[in-house]
C-alpha cells in the first residue's frame, strides 16, 4: 500500500512537471541563438513564469497588468558583455489580438516605428542610457533593453529582435 | 554601466556656509511649497513630520548617469535642512544620537529595476556624507538589497571584504526551480532570512526579515526610488521592503494592504530605521515599478517619517499623472493610511512640513 502511494506521488509529480517543461522549451526555442559565440554570457537560465506569482517576480507589481492584458507565460532572458546589459523579454499571450494590446499599452511619445520588424514595431532611446525597441508578432510581445547608447548597441539590439521575430515565423506559424 | 565615483573625502564637518560657497554658483534658493507654507520655523512646526526635497538642475549628467558630485551636495543639503544644523556632523549625530563605534549603518537601496534603481552614486554619496562627517569606517556601512545580482546589474561593485564599504544581497540570486518547489527563494548561496524571528504581515501570513537587518544592522537608511506601481499605487519608502522579506509575492493582494503597513510596523524596521533618503533624480509616473526613467525630477526628498515621505512623494506622481491624463494614484495606496493608522507617521497634509531647496 505504501509503495502504491509513493508510486502515485511520483506520478502525479510527472503531470506537473511535464507539461512546465512542454512549456519552457517552447518559449526558450524562440530566444536567439549563438549570443556566446558574439561574447554575450547569459547571466542565468532563463526565468519562465508561468502565472502572476512567477511574473512578479520578474517584473513585480506590474504583473497584474499583463495578466490583464492576456499575457499567460513570459520568457526572460538577460545577457553581459563589459558591463553592458541585454535583456530579452518574451511575452506569449491567449491571441494576436492581446499581444498587440500589450504592445499599445505601452505606447511612448518618444518612441519611433520601425521598418521590417514583426506585425508594427518601435524603438526608443530612453532616459538613463539605454535603447528599446519592442514588437508585436502572432500572439507574442517581445520587448529588448540594451543598457548602452551607442551604434554598435543599436545593431546589438535590432540584430536580436530580428532572430526572435525569425523564430516566432519559424515555430509559431498562424 | 554605472560605476560610483566616491567624492572627495577632505570636507570633513564643513558648515553650512562652506557647503553653499561650494555649490556650482554659490546660491541655494530656499522656499516654502506654498501649499504648505505655514511659516519658516514658526512656533509648533517642530510637532510636524518634516519632509525636505531639494533639486538640482545638473543632478543628471548629459550621458544620463547621475552626477556623484552634485548627488552628494543635494544629499547633504537635505540633512543640513531636515535637521535644522549648522554642519554635517550635527546633522548626522541628529539622526543616529547614540552612535557606537562598533554600529553598523545598513542602507536598503531598491534594485529591482535597474534601469531606475537607487543610484549608486546617490547610495555611495549618503555613505560618504556619513564616513566623512562622523569619521566612521567604511567598513561598518553596508548597502544592501534582496541579491547581489541585482545590486550588480544596477551598477554596485559587490564587497563582502572587511575593508571599504560593504555591499551585497539577502542572497545571490533567485532560483526558479528552488522558488516553484518551496515557494521561498533560494537562500543557499547568501546571508539569507532570519527564520528565528518570523513577523507577522497581516491575513494570518507571516514574513522573514532580511537577515543582513536584524543580525548586521545596528540601524537602517532606507533609500528608495521615485515609482509608481500597479498594485499598491506607489512604491516608496514604505513598500521598499518587499526586497527585505522573503516572501514578497503573498504580500501583493488588496493592493499590498495590511501587509507594507506591518512590515513595516516590525520592530526590526521600526526601531531601526533613523532615515529616509529617496532617489528622485528621475522618477516613473506609469507602469512601474519597472521600465525605464519618465521624467528628470533632479531630486532627492529626505525625511525621518517615512509615511510622510511617501505621502509627499505620491504628490509628485499624481501631478506627473494628471499632467498626462492619468488616474491620480492615491487611491490605490491604500498602504500609506494603513501605515499611518499603525502610527508609523503621518499622511495628513496638515501634519506635514514640506521645505523645498533649489541649488542652483
Known sequence: MKCLKIACVIFLGFLVVLPLSANQSQLERILPRGMEDQGWKAEDEPFIAIDEDSLSMIINGAAPRYMELGVRKAVFVNYEKKLVYLMLEIYETDSAKNAKMVFKEFESDISMPLDNLGTESRFTSEMGGSYMTEYFQDRFYVRLSITQKSEEAKKIILRCAKAISENIALYYKQ | ?360
Not at chain 2, 501583493?252 to 516590525?266: E, L, M, S, V
Not at chain 2, 533632479?298 to 509615511?307: C, E, G, K, M, R
Open chain 2, 1 to 360: 554601466m554605472t560605476s560610483h565615483k566616491k567624492t572627495t573625502r577632505d570636507k570633513q564637518n564643513f558648515t553650512r556656509r562652506q557647503f553653499i560657497k561650494s555649490t556650482a554658483a554659490g546660491a541655494a534658493a530656499i522656499y516654502w511649497i506654498p501649499s504648505l507654507a505655514l511659516g519658516a520655523d514658526a512656533p509648533g512646526n517642530d510637532m510636524k513630520s518634516r519632509v525636505v526635497s531639494v533639486r538640482h538642475a545638473r543632478m543628471i549628467n548629459p550621458n544620463e548617469r547621475i552626477n556623484a558630485g552634485i548627488a552628494r551636495q543635494s544629499i547633504d543639503e537635505a540633512l543640513l535642512l531636515l535637521t535644522k544644523k549648522k554642519n554635517m556632523k550635527e546633522a548626522w549625530l541628529q539622526i543616529f544620537p547614540n552612535l557606537k563605534e562598533q554600529d553598523t549603518i545598513g542602507l536598503k537601496v531598491n534594485c529591482v529595476n535597474r534601469k531606475c534603481p537607487t543610484h549608486p552614486e546617490i547610495a555611495y554619496g549618503i555613505a560618504d556624507s556619513m564616513i566623512d562627517s562622523l569619521a566612521m569606517d567604511p567598513n561598518n556601512i553596508i548597502i544592501w538589497d534582496r541579491t547581489s545580482s541585482e545590486l550588480k546589474k544596477s551598477g554596485y561593485t559587490i564587497n563582502e571584504s572587511d575593508k571599504g564599504i560593504r555591499c551585497f544581497g539577502t542572497v545571490d540570486r533567485f532560483s526558479l526551480g528552488r522558488w516553484l518547489i518551496n515557494r521561498k527563494q533560494d537562500e543557499s548561496d547568501g546571508i539569507g532570512y532570519d527564520r528565528s524571528r518570523p513577523i507577522d504581515v497581516g491575513n494570518g501570513k507571516t514574513s522573514h526579515l532580511s537577515k543582513i537587518l536584524t543580525r548586521m544592522c545596528t540601524y537602517l537608511v532606507n533609500v528608495p526610488v521615485l515609482k509608481d506601481h500597479g498594485k499598491a499605487g506607489i512604491t516608496l519608502s514604505l513598500k521598499n521592503h518587499y526586497g527585505t522579506i522573503d516572501n514578497p509575492m503573498d504580500c501583493h493582494p488588496n493592493h499590498c494592504d495590511p501587509f507594507t503597513a506591518k512590515i513595516n510596523a516590525a520592530s526590526q524596521i521600526k526601531d531601526k530605521t533613523r532615515l529616509i533618503i529617496c532617489d528622485a533624480a528621475y522618477g516613473i509616473y506609469k507602469g512601474g515599478p519597472l521600465g525605464s526613467p519618465q521624467w528628470k525630477h533632479n531630486s532627492i526628498l529626505a525625511s525621518t517619517d517615512p509615511v510622510a515621505l511617501d505621502y509627499t512623494g505620491m504628490q509628485i506622481i499624481n501631478a506627473k499623472r494628471k499632467q498626462n491624463d492619468l488616474d491620480l494614484v492615491t487611491d490605490m495606496a491604500v498602504h500609506v493610511k494603513s501605515a499611518q493608522t499603525l502610527g508609523l507617521g503621518t499622511c495628513n497634509p496638515g501634519n506635514i512640513q514640506v521645505k523645498e531647496s533649489i541649488l542652483i
